[in-house]
């Protein structure tokens, strides 16, 4: 059907049953703040879930010393290698150690490598990267190919060698997971400097007389964190992952220091005598990494251009609007609305 306003021009109606074909290509409509960043979050129930469970990981690792009333260290051979009980909730290991004690602690160092790891691989890889994309020409060619060099090499070898000739210790593993970890974070970076330095912002700093640094930390930087907000998050699961392995293998905290790639590897002697002793952390594992990795998808909704779009049901409130203020919706493209038709209101 179709209308005629005061000026003759002849539009189409729209009906209530064409308004969810019409949402579904609206023009993008950016909503400022933190409210349109938290909605899109929310949207992504996955990643929710993960920022829930996330979040009482962190609070019984951080606060792990008040929920537990055994020490770390206490032995009770007594009630060595016991099940789950309510005096033990998640049993004991072999020297008669409460396993939710250890857990909770080896929560903290395994959730503090990871985190500090992250950040270091952050630095390197975002100093890297923006040098190299900032200057091109010989600079990008020496940094890149000194990248390629680096992700050629197994991170697991390179893991294993640093490991053996820095020895185990908490800054050990830091360091060396930082070191494999940086690569990609400069492959990200130097995308986003080299897509964003021939700007017309950056260009008219240029012309204003900003200095490079300036540019770059006041221009160029600022603009390129979400991609690396999202890699940062998605790393720490890889981080995690890291340091459980290298403490599986005999690299990482010794006895009695404990996290759970270090509880993993003790506990695979009684694998059959007392399989709690390797379920636990490895659950504590599991869920860490894919709660970290739902929040990486997550952000990464929020940071992309589509997560700003009007939802279908404020986009039906607009339209209906519209026609209540006989301001009809113009057809310009196509004839049908199911096809993915853009409508917008006629300039009077």
């Known amino acids: ?13 729209i009906s209530d049953e064409n308004l969810d ?10 909503i400022p703040g933190w409210k349109r960043n938290w909605r899109t979050f929310r949207k ?3 990643a929710v879930i993960g920022l829930i469970v996330l979040l009482i990981i962190l609070a019984a690792a951080i606060f792990g010393p008040m929920l537990s009333p055994y020490d770390t260290l206490e032995q009770d051979l007594s009630s060595r290698l016991q099940g789950p009980s309510l005096a033990h909730p998640m049993g004991t290991d072999e020297l008669g150690r409460d396993s939710m004690t250890r857990i909770l602690a080896g929560g903290r160092v395994s959730l503090g490598v990871a985190a500090l790891a992250t950040t270091f691989a952050l630095t390197i890889g975002t100093l890297v990267g923006s040098l190299s994309g900032f200057y091109g020409r010989w600079v990008d ?5 000194f990248t390629d060099l680096a992700l050629s090499l197994p991170d697991l ?3 294993i060698l640093a490991a053996s ?3 185990p210790s908490f800054t050990t593993m830091v360091i060396i997971i930082g070191l494999v970890r940086w690569m990609n974070v400069a492959r990200l970076t130097r995308g986003s400097f080299m897509s964003l330095r021939e700007r017309e912002f950056v260009l008219s700093a240029r012309a ?6 300036g540019i770059i930390f006041k221009h160029l930087l600022p603009n390129s964190l ?22 599986f293998l005999g690299l990482g905290l010794q006895p009695p220091a404990s996290s759970w790639g270090t509880m993993l590897r003790n506990a695979q002697q009684q694998i059959f005598t007392n399989p709690w002793a390797a379920v636990f952390p490895g659950i504590m594992i599991f869920l860490t990494v894919v709660s970290v990795n739902f929040m990486g998808d997550g952000l990464r909704d929020i940071f992309d251009p589509a997560g700003t779009t009007l939802s279908k049901s404020r986009f039906r409130r607009r339209l209906r609007g519209l026609r209540d203020d006989n301001q009809p919706p113009q057809l310009i493209a196509g004839q049908n609305p199911s096809a993915g038709i853009r409508y917008k209101p006629v300039d009077q």
């Open 44 to 46: 992504n129930r996955p």
């Open 141 to 145: 060619n020496v940094l890149m190919r």
């Open 165 to 167: 000739l820095l020895g």
């Open 208 to 213: 204003s007389g900003t200095r490079t640094r």
């Open 157 to 159: 070898f390179l893991l």
């Open 226 to 247: 979400s991609p690396l907000i999202v890699a940062g998050t998605l790393g720490v699961a890889s981080a995690i992952i890291a340091e459980s392995t290298l403490s």
């Open 1 to 13: 059907m179709t209308d005629i306003d005061h000026t003759g021009i002849e539009h189409q109606r």
């Open 21 to 30: 074909a019409l949402a579904l290509d609206e023009e993008v409509v950016e």
